[in-house]
């Protein structure tokens, strides 16, 4: 795997997208991107929640990191030196969106925590949403980590 300090004032394109960082939590990026759609998509809403929210960040972040990943495989990045400006700003906006969804999705999972939980269905609910919890904080590390070695890397440029 390519260092960081070796390729950190270039944008990779081609195969180097996923030997390089940041670039290389895409994948997980649009992994557990995903996995927070999939969950959310599945359970039923109860009661007024933000889940909504949630499913436009998912599916936001989930598209606009697809289209980014493909543009820097065919190397579109290379054209312009605003790239490395758009990599962090669109990285920093994934971040605060998910962040964002995350803590509502958090708050509406324990309030349904709270309630009788006797049905099973219910509790089937919960179960995934406490996964879409867990799976959208680690979504929200990812693009955190992402948007500040991207930052990084901007800087240094």
Same mark, same amino acid.
């Given at each position: 795997?390519?260092?960081?300090?070796?390729?950190?004032?270039? /944008?990779?394109?081609?195969?180097?997208?996923?030997?390089?960082?940041?670039?290389?939590?895409?994948?997980?990026?649009?992994?557990?991107?995903?996995?927070?759609?999939?969950?959310?998509?599945?359970?039923?809403?109860?009661?007024?929640?933000?889940?909504?929210?949630?499913?436009?960040?998912?599916?936001?972040?989930?598209?606009?990191?697809?289209?980014?990943?493909? /543009?820097?495989?065919?190397?579109?990045?290379?054209?312009?030196?605003?790239?490395?400006?758009?990599?962090?700003?669109?990285?920093?906006?994934?971040?605060?969106?998910?962040?964002?969804?995350?803590?509502?999705?958090?708050?509406?999972?324990?309030?349904?925590?709270?309630?009788?939980?006797?049905?099973?269905?219910?509790?089937?609910?919960?179960?995934?949403?406490?996964?879409?919890?867990?799976?959208?904080?680690?979504?929200?590390?990812?693009?955190?980590?992402?948007?500040?070695?991207?930052?990084?890397?901007?800087?240094?440029?």
């Amino acid at each position: 795997m390519a260092t960081t300090a070796q390729l950190m004032n270039s /944008l990779p394109s081609g195969p180097r997208v996923f030997k390089t960082l940041p670039d290389a939590f895409i994948i997980p990026e649009l992994v557990f991107g995903g996995l927070v759609w999939i969950l959310v998509a599945s359970t039923n809403v109860y009661m007024d929640n933000p889940q909504g929210w949630v499913m436009f960040v998912s599916v936001f972040c989930f598209v606009f990191t697809f289209l980014w990943l493909l /543009l820097f495989i065919i190397g579109m990045n290379q054209n312009s030196s605003m790239w490395a400006t758009l990599d962090v700003a669109y990285h920093a906006l994934a971040a605060f969106f998910y962040l964002s969804a995350s803590v509502a999705l958090a708050y509406v999972t324990s309030v349904l925590g709270q309630v009788n939980l006797g049905d099973e269905t219910l509790f089937m609910y919960y179960q995934e949403d406490i996964a879409a919890v867990v799976f959208s904080y680690i979504a929200t590390l990812l693009y955190t980590v992402h948007a500040v070695m991207s930052a990084r890397r901007w800087k240094s440029s």
